[in-house]
């Protein structure tokens, strides 16, 4: 059974930066719509980005777009949440979801989603 986990979090200043690192096992990755969410205390969980299995543009929502990047690594099964600037709004556990075939409207939205991944504690500091 595939297994899938985030990593990476940490905690920062206001201006920093972090890398988040999802890892899935399945022999298919490269099928797969990767989106990543982030559920902070007391608010319901929120797609902030996905990227496509088919080569489309990745998504954002507007309060990431130019800050965070989004990437993948079919070779090594290895998706990625590049996040720089980093504000205390950005505090939250995020985690990586997989939806087979599935299209990013659908992903970001966590419709669609075969796999849900544990999260990881980012904390950013003003």
């Known amino acids: 059974q595939a297994h899938m986990m985030a990593s990476g979090g940490g905690s920062v200043q206001a201006g920093g930066s972090l890398r988040l690192s999802c890892t899935f096992s399945?022999?298919?990755?490269?099928?797969?719509?990767f989106a990543w969410f982030r559920q902070a205390e007391n608010r319901e969980r929120e797609g902030i980005s996905c990227?496509?299995?088919?080569?489309?543009?990745?998504d954002y929502v507007d309060s990431v777009k130019g800050r965070f990047t989004i990437s993948r690594d079919d070779a090594k099964k290895i998706v990625y949440l590049e996040m720089n600037s980093l504000k205390p709004e950005d505090t939250a556990v995020y985690s990586c979801?997989?939806?087979?075939?599935?299209?990013?409207?659908?992903?970001?939205?966590?419709?669609?989603?075969?796999?849900w991944g544990q999260g990881t504690q980012v904390t950013v500091s003003s």
């Open positions: 399945p022999p298919d990755f490269d099928r797969f719509t």
């Open positions: 979801a997989a939806g087979l075939v599935s299209r990013c409207r659908e992903t970001i939205r966590g419709r669609d989603v075969s796999y």
């Open positions: 990227i496509p299995y088919d080569g489309a543009p990745a």
